[in-house]
């Protein structure tokens, strides 16, 4: 039949959005082109007029430089509305694309509930507590079992009092004795492998499949609890010497956390809290937010503390590294104030009149954050440490990464102030005209 009749010929699809906003905007670009090539005319044509006198001559060439304007202020016309008519069709697209998604979810949504409903047919409330109550009197017979089982036989009634006197008194013996000798075994011990260590004179590290760090000091930590005005009082003995600590709360509701108690140690022995390693009863003590007695420790107990001290030169480096973080910390709330000023002024609720001065000044203050920035990041960059001080190395890594983050949020928000400025810039141009 073909032969006879014919093909027919396919149909075209029919125009998108996408390829309108393509189209409309390479005709803009087209324009743009021949805007910029009037431009180089007027300015050729404005050179000779300078350089002739008054006469016939320059009125030709002054005829021909306000034909080339007038071709200039259409095809600026022209650009405009083609820009207007690409946005029309984006803002169009955007909402198309908008309800497909809606449609989308709650499609998904429909489905889901579906599923919900069908699992849920499945589940029977009754069985379930049925087996809760099974499971909760097999514990209780297990615990009868256990308690059973555990009974002592013939043993005399102790005071418990009267054992933890004696064990104190034990233990304040074996801490009056001369001979140290465990402690320093217990020092030579390795430390907690994930930290690496740095030679230094002062130091002595040891290198085989893997690493350790130099030994460090040790000290015991008596702990006892004075509830009545919800403070503790810690004795560390490290050799001869003793110190009484008093920690409290940081709130008056609840009793004292291995947070607080560790903040504490930090100031009175100089080991920060992320190297301080706390052993209580051959446990590590690692959950910070916990109340010392949800940890076990109770009245005249003794805590180990294992951990390092940074020198005093890393110690001063390190201060000059926290003094720049909070002049960044300062300079961070000036880059969100101008934030805030921009976006308030792009959602419209600065008058008209009033937009373009405002604009100015944003940009001055951007202009001036970013040289703040660029200032403190040189500050950084000219604190030269040693190999190691580890923790100054990190401090100062972090701290830069930061900064160059804040620069490129800085170039961002002075990128978009300056486009806001050229579209108000170019309106009032259009209402002149």
């Known amino acids: 039949m073909n032969r006879f009749f014919g093909k027919a010929k396919p149909k075209a699809p029919p125009p998108s959005l996408t390829d309108c906003i393509g189209t409309v905007d390479s005709r803009a670009e087209s324009i743009d082109k021949k805007i910029a090539r009037l431009d180089a005319e007027l300015v050729k044509y404005k050179d000779q007029m300078k350089k002739m006198r008054e006469g016939p001559a320059k009125n030709t060439v002054k005829q021909k430089a306000l034909r080339v304007l007038k071709q200039k202020r259409m095809y600026e016309q022209q650009r405009d509305n083609l820009s207007q008519q690409s946005f029309n069709m984006e803002q169009a697209n955007y909402t198309i694309q908008a309800l497909k998604d809606t449609k989308t979810t709650v499609d998904a949504m429909k489905l889901g509930v579906k599923e919900m409903k069908k699992a849920y047919k499945q589940v029977k409330i009754d069985q379930i507590e049925d087996i809760q109550d099974q499971l909760e009197d097999m514990m209780e017979e297990a615990n009868e079992v256990q308690e059973a089982l555990s009974r002592s036989y013939g043993t005399p009634d102790i005071d418990e009092d009267d054992l933890e006197a004696e064990l104190d008194a034990l233990g304040d013996e074996l801490l009056a004795d001369e001979d140290n000798s465990y402690l320093d075994e217990a020092a030579s011990a390795p430390a907690i492998p994930e930290v690496t260590p740095t030679d230094t004179k002062n130091k002595s590290s040891v290198q085989r499949k893997y690493t350790l760090i130099p030994a460090v000091p040790q000290w015991q930590l008596q702990i006892q609890k004075l509830y009545k005005n919800d403070k503790e009082t810690f004795v560390k003995h490290s050799g001869n010497e003793k110190h009484s600590i008093q920690v409290a709360s940081q709130q008056e509701d609840r009793e004292p956390t291995l947070q607080d108690m560790a903040v504490l140690i930090e100031q009175v022995t100089g080991v920060p809290v992320p190297f301080q390693k706390l052993i209580y009863k051959g446990k590590s003590l690692k959950e910070l937010e916990q109340p010392l007695s949800a940890l076990g420790v109770k009245n005249g107990c003794k805590v180990m503390l294992i951990g390092k001290r940074n020198s005093p030169e890393e110690e001063a480096e390190l201060k000059k590294l926290k003094d720049l973080e909070k002049s960044v910390e300062q300079i961070a709330n000036k880059l969100e104030e101008v ?20 604009l100015k000044q944003l940009d001055k203050r951007i202009k001036g954050t970013a040289e703040q920035f660029m200032k403190t990041l040189e500050q950084i960059d000219a604190i030269n440490l040693p190999e190691n001080f ?9 701290l830069v990464k930061r900064v160059q983050v804040f620069l490129a949020q800085c170039d961002t928000i002075e990128g978009n102030i300056g486009q806001e400025m050229d579209k108000l810039q170019s309106k009032n141009l259009a209402l002149a005209e």
């Open 390 to 398: 580890s923790d100054c190395k990190l401090k100062k890594k972090g």
């Open 339 to 358: 934030n805030k000023e921009f976006t308030s002024i792009q959602k419209g609720f600065l008058a008209k009149d009033l937009q373009a001065e405002a």
